[in-house]
């Protein structure tokens, strides 16, 4: 994204969430984004997904700037290209599990059972394969929130965004996250996670901070140069 700025609301109430932020995301590159509450990370993401517009600025993804697509077709970009870990996790109540996860790829066009024959691996990939038939208010935060990330990670999107995927994880089940992340940009997706655990940055090979909208520093991660 080149001097990307994102402001919300209009007149006395107006909040720049965004100031200016130029990011670029190598395809095989993993990326932390950190920063206080409030400092405009997951506006930052949202607009990356093309889930938002920016006030000013350009989000280009894969060569192509969103600012020039309409509606459809940046819903087609980010359905082809991009998965979605929501904060909240977003899934979808009267769906089971796999259904949830399976769904990008029915989008995708694949029949129903491929479509549940890759959730289902997917699911087993987060260690949640006995949960498939579930549906989300059967499950607790944590399981919910691996559900959201089996189906980020299902269909090799090439672009994976995260908002704090590992915030209702165990530690040791947020490590096994960080693992599947780093291995997928190790297999060339680009990956963007924002995260308020310094010690994440071990997986990462950039760590960007942002401060009031603004990219104040960017620091190495442990995972550069692999
Ligand atoms: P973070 O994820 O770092 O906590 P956000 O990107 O959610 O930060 O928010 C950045 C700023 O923009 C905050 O001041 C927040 O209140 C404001 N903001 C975010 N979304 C909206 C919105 N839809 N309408 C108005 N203000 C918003
Ligand atoms: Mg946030």
Do not use: N, T, Y
């Given at each position: 994204m080149q001097a990307v700025s994102r402001v919300h609301g209009r007149g006395a109430a107006e909040v720049h969430a965004?100031?200016?932020v130029d990011l670029a995301v190598a395809a095989g590159e993993f990326v932390a984004v950190m920063g206080?509450?409030?400092s405009g990370k997951s506006t930052l993401l949202t607009l990356a997904g093309g889930l938002d517009r920016a006030t000013s600025g350009e989000v280009v993804i894969e060569g192509r700037p969103l600012g020039g697509?309409?509606?459809n077709e940046i819903a087609a970009v980010r359905r082809r290209a991009i998965g979605y870990v929501?904060?909240?996790f977003n899934l979808i109540p009267a769906l089971t599990a796999a259904e949830n996860v399976g769904i990008p790829r029915e989008l995708d066009g694949v029949s129903a059972r491929a479509a549940r024959r890759e959730a289902l691996a997917a699911l087993e990939e987060l260690s949640i394969g006995e949960l498939a038939d579930r549906f989300p208010d059967e499950m607790s935060g944590g399981q919910q929130q691996r559900v959201a990330i089996?189906?980020?990670l299902i269909g090799d999107r090439r672009l994976v965004l995260a908002d704090e995927p590992t915030g209702a994880l165990d530690s040791t089940t947020g490590e096994a996250v960080l693992g599947l992340l780093r291995a997928r940009c190790d297999a060339g997706a680009a990956a963007v996670m924002v995260t308020h655990?310094?010690?994440h940055a071990a997986w990462v090979?950039?760590?960007v901070h942002?401060?009031?909208g603004v990219l104040v520093e960017e620091t190495r991660g442990g995972g550069a140069g692999r």
């Open positions: 965004l100031r200016g206080p509450s409030g697509l309409g509606r929501f904060q909240d089996a189906r980020s655990e310094a010690r090979d950039r760590v942002l401060r009031d």
